[in-house]
């Protein structure tokens, strides 16, 4: 197994995606962890680097600690991709969960990509808030968010070449910049930044191309709190008194952030 891939450039990584959930049929876990076996032999047999992609809350209820169990069963059976690629978690301590996994079963992954599930783009910039709290999530992969809909309307003959192109590239720097601002604290803001920074130096990219905002919340004293859907990781707002606000946010601004929001 393995033989085709060899044809493949050395700079392409393979991907799998694999519906998987711990509560699934024991013969159909069976079957998919005989499958990614093989792929992951075939991949090492061929020197390529391998993504593998865990879709569970299409088959079963999502938990804190559902997509961290798939992980511990797959490095258990010896399965150690370079990356995995997963779908959003609702809370901070479910990727917390999931990079513990990772770092004690394997220091060498490079780490997570986030999956959209064709989702909003509202909705990515609220688990963009959870899933970049763990310094395993590197980035995201979301393209049906991206060009779904600007395809559609292009195929329709809605938009033309310029107008598709200009669509895909604003709902990709908006998601940009929501990942690059998913902090709270100048604390929190300078280590994304710094990961943003050498991911655009790595892809021959200025970084100060790429707008520098933070999605901050306040607790203002008597206010009525902030829906859970607007907040689904729980961040913790600013609270204090006016001037430690400010001051908060004057560390924002020394940090880079252009723009808060």
């Not at 997570?112 to 395993?136: M, N």
């Not at 979301?142 to 292009?154: L, M, N």
């Not at 905002?213 to 689904?232: C, E, K, Q």
Request: hydrophobic fraction near 40%; charged fraction near 25%; aromatic fraction near 6%.
């Amino acid at each position: 197994p393995g033989s085709p891939l060899a044809e493949w450039p050395v700079t392409h990584a393979i991907k799998c995606l694999c519906f998987y959930h711990p509560n699934d049929p024991e013969a159909l876990r069976t079957e998919q962890e005989e499958r990614l076996l093989t792929l992951y032999d075939a991949a090492r047999t061929a020197g390529r680097e391998l993504l593998v992609e865990i879709i569970a809350g299409k088959h079963g209820s999502m938990a804190d600690e559902t997509v961290a169990t798939v992980l511990r069963r797959l490095y258990d059976l010896g399965i150690r991709p370079d990356w995995w690629k997963l779908e959003p978690q609702a809370t901070r301590t479910a990727w917390q969960h999931t990079g513990d996994e990772i770092r004690a079963r394997d220091p060498f992954c490079r780490g997570v990509v986030l999956l959209g599930l064709d989702a909003s783009e509202d909705a990515l910039e609220q688990a963009f808030q959870a899933a970049a709290s763990d310094p395993v999530v590197k980035g995201f992969a979301v393209g049906r968010t991206i060009f779904a809909e600007p395809a559609d309307a292009w195929l329709r003959g809605k938009l033309d070449d310029a107008g598709a192109i200009a669509e895909m590239a604003r709902r990709f720097s908006r998601l940009a910049d929501a990942w690059n601002g998913a902090s709270n604290t100048a604390a929190a803001y300078t280590p994304l930044r710094e990961r943003v920074d050498a991911a655009c130096v790595a892809a021959g990219r200025d970084p100060a191309s790429l707008a520098r905002t933070a999605a901050v919340l306040v607790d203002f004293t008597g206010g009525r709190g902030i829906p859970n859907s607007f907040n689904p990781s729980r961040l913790p707002p600013l609270s204090g008194t006016p001037e430690q606000i400010v001051t908060t946010l004057r560390d924002l601004a020394s940090a880079g952030v252009a723009h808060a929001q």
